[in-house]
């Protein structure tokens, strides 16, 4: 691994009026490392993610990301324009809804292609072939690409999603609850298929999930939200094993044994 | 008392002729950007070329020689109105020959006869945001233009070839202006898209409902949007205009009875007369000549 991080953020506020998102969160990512965000609904994940995604901007603080020149970059000095291409070529954002994050009118395989189209790709054959590719990664069959998603379930339409945001070799990934939503068998083989990626291609990932499980299984390093403010952070499973501050006790004794 | 008396020229009081003027130069300086304007209420519906009527009522004086074309044809309902509306506001000389006009009001067409320099096309648009169908939002369409990300105007294509082997695209065919904005051509048929490319004329595009202008100065690129590996490609027809037998122009089809009988016809009418004239007959043309009025002067 190489010895500087992937993105640095430092004291990260956000502040809705007099409301806290979240406030004064600071970590650094490395390059092919899995975080979690993990806490329950209105803990400020999602504000979190949102911020570093450059979706929502933040009251206070910075964050810079390591381009593929070795330069860091602060984000939030970034043109539109300059955010908006890394979005959708360094980046990916899986939305918890595929809806959201898909075109639901267009094809499986224009679903793919469009990142690239948008890069400038402008052969069809290669796009299509390219496209053929990347869904068999995410174990859709071919016969399927010139399907809508509209005709596809809940986690075939998830890993289209996925698929849709790897197409352009992305170095990071900002998830948020991927396998919300999704029965549990499904759950896990999608858990299965990121956990292959995520490792095959080295891509560093920010993952907001509420499920412990989730973290654990695909998370290296965690932090734990609470009311906006991160109240523990640490490997994964040195904090679900052993958790320190008492909102993190009281979370994971709260998961159900089965 | 003549019925003009009781309108400023041209229909349009000088403040709005103004301000479309504005808009105009805009465009003519950012080729193919949609400039918005304070769109008037005209005497036709919306849809009925309100925005192509703003802009001509702009730009034409006392010596412009006017013509109006509907779908290539000078003799349906929306080009006559158009026709009687300007004679009537404006007291300007209309006609029906391409080569004769200064300015061409068209819905839909660019008249077969080549333009020359000085002439003006303005051309009806209905929906002037080719992003439209692809992105609803407004406010996101224009960001797209803004930053020029128009991967997804492939995308619509892509879906085209996916579904039937070749960009079904056949009117509306989305173009590059100048390697920067993307732009509708208005609902023209695509074989109209090169006639744009460097045209010597300035072609003008006014949207009313929509209230927007846009604006191809001459001598500017346009280019049909494609795939390396599925070039554009223009209509092509099997058969010859039915009554000139020309080749190489835009046809119509045109249903003669009940029992499946139908012909080929240029859909641009003065061509198709001027061709006649010349002694060219196709396979369905009537044996004497039609006399036709060709210019009606100024009264």
């Given at each position: 691994?190489?010895?500087?991080?992937l993105?640095r953020?430092s004291?990260?506020?956000?502040?809705?009026?007099?409301?806290?998102?979240?406030?004064?969160?600071?970590?650094?990512?490395?390059?092919?490392?899995?975080?979690?965000?993990?806490?329950?609904?209105?803990?400020g994940?999602?504000?979190?993610?949102?911020?570093?995604?450059?979706?929502?901007?933040?009251?206070?603080?910075?964050?810079?990301?390591?381009?593929?020149?070795?330069?860091?970059?602060?984000?939030?000095?970034?043109?539109?324009?300059?955010?908006?291409?890394?979005?959708?070529?360094?980046?990916?954002?899986?939305h918890?809804?595929?809806?959201?994050?898909?075109?639901?009118?267009?094809?499986?395989?224009?679903?793919?292609?469009?990142?690239?189209?948008?890069?400038?790709d402008?052969?069809?054959?290669?796009?299509?072939?390219?496209?053929v590719?990347?869904?068999?990664?995410?174990?859709?069959?071919?016969?399927?690409?010139?399907?809508?998603?509209?005709a596809?379930?809940?986690?075939?339409?998830?890993?289209?999603?996925?698929?849709r945001?790897?197409?352009?070799?992305?170095?990071?990934?900002?998830?948020?609850?991927?396998?919300?939503?999704?029965?549990?068998?499904?759950?896990?083989?999608?858990?299965?298929?990121?956990r292959?990626?995520v490792?095959?291609?080295?891509?560093?990932?920010?993952?907001v999930?509420?499920?412990?499980?989730?973290?654990?299984?695909?998370?290296?390093?965690?932090m734990?939200m609470?009311?906006?403010?991160?109240v523990?952070?640490?490997?994964?499973?040195?904090?679900?094993?052993?958790?320190?501050?008492?909102?993190?006790?009281?979370?994971?004794?709260?998961?159900?044994?089965? | 008392?003549?019925?003009?008396?009781?309108?400023?020229?041209?229909?349009?009081?000088?403040?709005t002729?103004?301000?479309i003027r504005?808009?105009i130069l805009?465009?003519?300086?950012?080729?193919?950007?949609?400039?918005?304007?304070?769109?008037?209420e005209?005497?036709?519906?919306?849809?009925?070329g309100?925005?192509?009527?703003?802009?001509?009522?702009?730009?034409?004086?006392?010596?412009d020689?006017?013509?109006?074309?509907?779908?290539?044809?000078?003799?349906?309902?929306?080009?006559?109105?158009?026709?009687?509306?300007f004679?009537?506001?404006?007291?300007?000389?209309?006609?029906?020959?391409?080569?004769?006009?200064?300015?061409i009001?068209?819905r839909?067409?660019?008249?077969?006869?080549?333009l020359?320099?000085?002439?003006?096309?303005?051309?009806?648009?209905?929906?002037?945001?080719p992003?439209?169908?692809?992105?609803?939002?407004?406010?996101?369409?224009?960001?797209?233009?803004?930053?020029?990300?128009?991967?997804?105007?492939?995308?619509?294509?892509?879906e085209?070839?996916?579904?039937?082997?070749?960009?079904?695209?056949?009117?509306?065919?989305?173009?590059?202006?100048?390697?920067?904005?993307?732009?509708?051509?208005?609902?023209?048929?695509?074989f109209?898209?090169?006639?744009?490319?460097?045209?010597?004329?300035?072609?003008l595009?006014?949207?009313?409902?929509?209230?927007?202008?846009?604006?191809?100065?001459?001598?500017?690129?346009?280019?049909?949007?494609?795939?390396?590996?599925?070039?554009?490609?223009?209509?092509?027809?099997?058969?010859?205009?039915?009554?000139?037998?020309?080749?190489?122009v835009?046809?119509?089809?045109?249903?003669?009875?009940?029992?499946?009988?139908?012909m080929?016809?240029?859909?641009?009418?003065?061509?198709?007369?001027?061709?006649?004239?010349?002694?060219?007959?196709?396979?369905?043309?009537?044996?004497?000549?039609?006399?036709?009025?060709?210019?009606?002067?100024?009264?």
């Amino acid at each position: 691994m190489t010895d500087e991080p992937l993105l640095r953020v430092s004291a990260l506020s956000k502040f809705y009026g007099s409301r806290v998102g979240c406030e004064n969160v600071t970590f650094d990512l490395w390059p092919g490392e899995v975080l979690a965000v993990v806490g329950e609904s209105g803990s400020g994940k999602t504000t979190l993610l949102n911020c570093l995604s450059t979706r929502l901007l933040p009251s206070s603080g910075t964050a810079s990301y390591r381009m593929r020149d070795g330069q860091f970059r602060e984000l939030y000095r970034m043109s539109e324009a300059e955010r908006r291409f890394l979005m959708r070529t360094d980046w990916g954002f899986v939305h918890q809804n595929p809806a959201d994050g898909l075109r639901m009118t267009v094809s499986a395989g224009a679903n793919v292609g469009e990142r690239l189209m948008a890069v400038g790709d402008r052969h069809y054959g290669k796009i299509r072939a390219t496209a053929v590719d990347w869904l068999s990664r995410v174990e859709i069959d071919e016969d399927r690409i010139d399907d809508e998603p509209r005709a596809f379930s809940g986690g075939m339409r998830q890993r289209l999603q996925i698929a849709r945001n790897l197409v352009t070799g992305p170095r990071l990934v900002f998830m948020d609850e991927p396998t919300g939503g999704l029965d549990v068998s499904v759950q896990a083989r999608l858990l299965d298929l990121l956990r292959g990626l995520v490792t095959d291609l080295g891509l560093a990932a920010i993952v907001v999930t509420h499920d412990l499980a989730v973290a654990r299984l695909l998370s290296q390093r965690m932090m734990v939200m609470k009311d906006g403010r991160v109240v523990e952070s640490g490997l994964t499973d040195r904090v679900l094993d052993d958790p320190r501050a008492p909102y993190t006790q009281l979370l994971v004794s709260s998961i159900l044994q089965v | 008392m003549t019925d003009i008396a009781t309108y400023n020229f041209a229909y349009l009081d000088e403040q709005t002729k103004r301000m479309i003027r504005r808009a105009i130069l805009k465009g003519i300086a950012i080729p193919g950007y949609q400039v918005p304007f304070a769109s008037r209420e005209m005497p036709m519906p919306y849809g009925w070329g309100t925005g192509g009527v703003q802009v001509t009522a702009s730009i034409i004086g006392p010596d412009d020689v006017l013509k109006v074309i509907d779908q290539g044809a000078d003799d349906t309902t929306n080009a006559v109105s158009i026709r009687a509306f300007f004679k009537k506001v404006a007291n300007v000389a209309v006609t029906t020959e391409t080569a004769k006009a200064t300015i061409i009001q068209t819905r839909h067409r660019i008249p077969e006869h080549p333009l020359t320099s000085g002439q003006v096309l303005v051309y009806q648009v209905p929906i002037p945001e080719p992003l439209r169908f692809l992105e609803p939002r407004e406010t996101e369409t224009r960001k797209m233009h803004a930053l020029e990300e128009y991967g997804l105007m492939h995308v619509k294509l892509y879906e085209d070839i996916a579904r039937h082997g070749r960009i079904a695209t056949t009117y509306a065919y989305p173009v590059k202006v100048e390697g920067r904005y993307v732009m509708d051509p208005s609902p023209t048929p695509k074989f109209d898209n090169p006639k744009m490319h460097r045209s010597p004329a300035l072609q003008l595009f006014g949207a009313g409902r929509e209230k927007r202008i846009y604006a191809l100065p001459p001598f500017t690129d346009v280019v049909s949007l494609d795939f390396e590996d599925h070039p554009f490609e223009v209509q092509t027809f099997d058969q010859p205009c039915a009554l000139c037998a020309a080749e190489n122009v835009y046809l119509d089809e045109v249903i003669l009875d009940d029992h499946g009988g139908h012909m080929f016809v240029c859909s641009d009418t003065d061509h198709c007369e001027k061709r006649r004239e010349q002694g060219h007959r196709g396979h369905l043309a009537p044996e004497t000549p039609l006399a036709l009025e060709k210019t009606e002067p100024a009264q």
